[in-house]
């Protein structure tokens, strides 16, 4: 029987990220178990795919903790008192501090809606539109010190059509991380994956050939 990682997610909204890794792991694509969802917001729709998939789940609300190491305090013993081993952000809206990273070195995975390091921080889609690149996408890393600067493990790329906007854009970038983030789990789970500097290994990796694109193509019509 195969030995399944146990992960604990940290959530603030709707979760789509969160039902894709469920759904990978009901699947049997992706080898972990959900040992517990913490959301700071007691509105979010996560917690509701929690309740329709039997997965526990605990609330922090962060307006209930006016020091912010209390607020993290909480979150860490909820997570190793459960012996979660990979904490993964689907959602998160706060920054994490030197001290709950400190409790999970190299262990704390996060998705961002760009090409790191292009576009770190919030509203990440409109500023691609609004910028004008021809290819955005998305990027599994793990989290450091900084926003969104930690060591990264997978990207995958989408075009910018002219005719975007930050909503168009930003579900087709979605529907690439549902398949980037649990493939980047599973890594995990198999311990292939070595972070030596800023660079993360992927051991036994096929070499990538892929044909350069080109957005507008090159062929003229």
């Given amino acids: 029987?195969?030995?399944?990682?146990?992960?604990?997610?940290?959530?603030?909204?709707?979760?789509?990220?969160?039902q894709a890794i469920i759904d990978h792991i009901e699947e049997g694509k992706l080898d972990?178990?959900?040992?517990?969802?913490?959301?700071d917001n007691p509105q979010a729709f996560?917690?509701?795919?929690?309740?329709?998939?039997?997965?526990?789940?605990v609330i922090i609300n962060h307006k209930d903790y006016p020091l912010r190491d209390d607020f993290d305090q909480q979150l860490i013993y909820e997570l190793q008192s459960r012996g979660v081993e990979l904490v993964i952000m689907a959602g998160f809206m706060r920054i994490l501090?030197?001290?709950?990273l400190s409790s999970f070195p190299m262990r704390i995975m996060n998705i961002h809606p760009a090409l790191l390091p292009a576009?770190?921080?919030?509203?990440?889609q409109r500023q691609a539109v609004e910028y004008g690149v021809r290819f955005s996408g998305c990027t599994v890393h793990f989290a450091d010190d900084g926003v969104d600067t930690g060591p990264i493990v997978i990207q995958s790329v989408v075009p910018v059509y002219e005719d975007d906007n930050e909503g168009m854009l930003a579900q087709r970038i979605l529907?690439?991380?549902?398949?980037i983030y649990?493939?980047?789990?599973?890594?995990?789970?198999?311990?292939?994956?070595?972070?030596?500097?800023?660079?993360?290994?992927?051991r036994a990796a096929k070499e990538l050939h892929v044909t350069p694109q080109h957005n507008p193509s090159l062929v003229i019509r």
């Fill in 1 to 18: 029987m195969k030995t399944r990682l146990p992960i604990g997610i940290l959530v603030s909204g709707s979760g789509s990220n969160l």
């Fill in 32 to 39: 972990a178990v959900i040992k517990v969802v913490i959301s």
């Fill in 46 to 57: 996560a917690l509701e795919r929690c309740r329709r998939h039997n997965i526990p789940y």
């Fill in 97 to 100: 501090t030197a001290r709950f």
């Fill in 119 to 124: 576009f770190p921080g919030l509203h990440v």
């Fill in 175 to 179: 529907k690439e991380e549902h398949k």
């Fill in 182 to 202: 649990p493939q980047a789990i599973q890594w995990f789970a198999e311990g292939r994956l070595e972070v030596k500097g800023r660079k993360v290994h992927l």
